[in-house]
């Protein structure tokens, strides 16, 4: 089988799992939303993006830009243990394995249960998998030991999680691990206009919040309270046609308080808090709002460290800043299929550790 | 103040009269508890675990004093570089004196035992609220016999032999990674019935280690037993200290209040053996800010005894986290 014709199949698959008319998907977003996993307005949302990120010509840019070819890992055994923190957060990870040709082991997570696995059968069903197998809990899959890992999560969690990948025999100490850890994004604007503010909103109120690519800082010219009547009114549209499917904690109030103690300006939107301090995040459903330019973004940027994921712009998108390509800020929910997670392509990483 | 400290009167009715007083004369506090509904007319009876905790960050981003006058002392926490540095105005050192004995004199004394201090002394670091503790009860042994040691010198038996010919036992005291420089050093053994306080303080050491295996070489190290190796928990942001005596359990005073409270809801009290966020009243901080909700992560007993397990680690609360007590 050529490329093409492999990466055309696997993205036929994905196509035709995402028809409308696919009664397995839907059941299982019908599943997801009953048992109150997400909510549908977010779910949609990834449904939607997925149909439009995912496409013959974007495949093959994925191809091209990994290096991928014909049967690269073929007889190579790929264990993912995927995240549960967004609907299908793990559906790059399930795609980059099915490109490399290798057998497939997912550990899904208990907080997506439903919506994953319908993709995984659907792959399964076109034979795109060599071999497959997903489960709840790691002892229900097959005690064979994986050549490479795809994980996202806390650095510290690490090392528990390969001893606990060696009890269960599916994975040794030293195999390939790739570990992305980043958790949260930071968008610099320098406007208000509607289409900069639209973006915005969905950049940090999509999800909760939860996500790696979900926007916790903002750099802007100006002070979120001289703008926070217009911002608040776009928050309020947003939530009314995608209401917050997780509310936060009372430490969120906690924190309101604490601000208020402290004379720190700050919004209270009860699911959500915008306050204007200069740090990185260390509570969800908090916005910070910084006033400043490159000079603040470039400070931020360093101090985030390995914890950044993407830095999104709307003027400025495809400049490089300390390191960082600036990202369009629309682009923050509804990356292109090829993104790079920490960045790193996880089939370049997959080919680069197995070939 | 000095009711702080009397036991005769419950806790709950000391801690009421220093709310009260928070309430009245500390605006930053008093904001942060109305925020939560409470008021100053209205305590009476109010629970002691009903009061909110103030993040324990506010003592680096303000001046927390309710007092009026200059503070006598400042405290700071250590810390290098740009790293924010907790403050702890003190506008009454009489009260800190009274923490430090009436903690400290419960469980040892100067007619058994003489102090060592493996830190730097007070002069390399007055604003150490540590070591102006340690130099306190230097100043108070009234053999003369307490001191601090030469840092970077190892110890050797002619180190104590003073204490040792009139019949007093060795207490050091020092920082976790202090310690093992000094077993490092090829220190001797300390001389029989010596005792060990740590003051904590891994966190500028060399390499992680768990607190299991610390004590391990802490015994091995110095030659005592488990039961004669203890921990102090005490901080720059509060005036009290509490011991933990030959093993990990810490024990507050009477005048203190530990909870363990859930970094969720800070405002609930975690069952024994649930881990969370270590809560403080220190009623000898009533000057301060008595209500304090640490970063540290801690877990309590039946007995109301709490263990400190490190840091509260606030990484990856929004990211793509695998949580593994969720998913393995």
Not at chain 1, 168 to 191: C, E, M, V, Y
Not at chain 1, 221 to 243: K, M
Not at chain 2, 196 to 218: A, D, V, W
Not at chain 2, 292 to 316: A, C, H, K, S, Y
Request: net charge negative; proline share 6%.
């Amino acid at each position: 089988m050529t490329l093409h014709h492999h990466t055309a199949s696997v993205c036929a698959a994905v196509e035709s799992w995402l028809q409308p008319d696919n009664d397995q998907l839907r059941e299982a977003i019908r599943k997801t939303v009953d048992g109150g996993y997400f909510s549908e307005a977010d779910i949609r949302h990834q449904i939607r993006h997925l149909k439009h990120s995912v496409t013959p010509k974007n495949i093959g840019i994925w191809a091209e830009k990994s290096g991928l070819k014909p049967g690269s890992l073929a007889g190579k055994r790929v264990l993912c243990l995927h995240a549960g923190n967004l609907p299908l957060v793990g559906f790059q990870d399930v795609l980059a394995v099915a490109l490399t040709g290798a057998a497939y082991s997912g550990k899904i997570s208990r907080k997506d249960p439903w919506l994953l696995p319908s993709l995984i059968h659907a792959l399964q069903e076109k034979g795109l998998f060599d071999e497959s197998h997903y489960a709840l809990t790691p002892e229900d899959l097959p005690a064979k030991p994986a050549d490479a890992v795809l994980f996202s999560g806390a650095e510290e969690s690490v090392e528990i999680i390969r001893k606990k990948l060696k009890e269960h025999r599916l994975a040794g100490i030293q195999t390939p691990f790739l570990r992305r850890t980043a958790g949260f994004s930071i968008a610099w604007i320098n406007d208000n206009s509607r289409d900069t503010m639209e973006s915005l909103t969905e950049a940090v109120f999509r999800y909760g919040g939860n996500g790696c690519r979900s926007v916790a800082v903002v750099v802007a010219p100006f002070r979120f309270t001289d703008h926070i009547c217009g911002f608040t009114d776009y928050v309020e549209s947003f939530w009314l046609a995608n209401p917050q499917h997780q509310k936060p904690p009372p430490s969120l109030f906690h924190r309101y308080a604490y601000n208020r103690a402290m004379g720190i300006s700050q919004s209270w939107l009860h699911d959500f808090l915008i306050e204007d301090t200069m740090q990185l995040p260390d509570h969800k459903f908090v916005l910070h709002w910084v006033e400043g330019g490159e000079k603040e973004l470039r400070q931020l940027i360093e101090q985030s460290g390995p914890r950044l994921q993407s830095v999104y712009g709307t003027a400025h998108a495809g400049d490089t800043i300390t390191g960082r390509t600036i990202e369009p800020l629309s682009s923050a929910q509804a990356p292109p299929v090829w993104w790079k997670p920490d960045g790193t392509d996880p089939v370049r990483w997959l080919l680069e550790q197995l070939s | 103040m000095t009711f702080i400290f009397d036991e005769n009167l419950p806790f709950e009715k000391r801690c009421e009269a220093v709310l009260g007083h928070q309430l009245e004369n500390h605006s930053l506090y008093r904001t942060f508890a109305n925020t939560f509904g409470i008021r100053a007319e209205e305590i009476s009876g109010y629970s002691p675990d009903d009061i909110p905790l103030l993040p324990i960050r506010a003592f680096k981003q303000a001046a927390l004093y309710a007092a009026s006058g200059s503070p006598e002392i400042v405290f700071r926490s250590s810390g290098t570089g740009d790293m924010e540095r907790s403050r702890h105005l003190v506008a009454d050192p009489s009260l800190y004196r009274l923490a430090i004995d009436k903690g400290f004199f419960r469980h040892f004394s100067f007619d058994q035992y003489t102090v060592f201090c493996y830190t730097p002394g007070y002069a390399d670091n007055p604003e150490s609220s540590l070591i102006w503790m340690l130099q306190h009860l230097v100043d108070s042994d009234p053999s003369g016999l307490s001191r601090f040691l030469t840092l970077g010198k190892k110890m050797t038996q002619n180190t104590f032999s003073t204490t040792v010919r009139q019949d007093k036992k060795v207490l050091l005291f020092g920082a976790a990674f202090g310690l093992l420089d000094l077993i490092e050093m090829d220190s001797e053994p300390l001389p029989e019935g010596s005792a060990i306080i740590e003051t904590g303080g891994m966190k500028t050491h060399r390499r992680e280690m768990t607190k299991t295996e610390l004590r391990r070489i802490l015994t091995e190290g110095f030659g005592i037993s488990g039961g004669q190796l203890h921990s102090e928990y005490g901080m720059c942001e509060l005036l009290s200290q509490c011991y933990a005596l030959g093993g990990e359990w810490f024990e507050a005073p009477h005048w203190m209040r530990v909870t363990i409270r859930s970094a969720d809801d800070p405002m609930r009290v975690c069952q024994p053996g649930e881990e969370g966020k270590i809560g403080i009243i220190d009623l000898a901080n009533l000057w301060s800010c008595p209500f304090i909700l640490t970063e540290d992560r801690g877990v309590m007993d039946e007995r109301g005894r709490f263990r400190v397990l490190g840091r509260w680690n606030p990484d990856d609360m929004r990211g793509c986290n695998f949580l593994i007590e969720d998913e393995l």
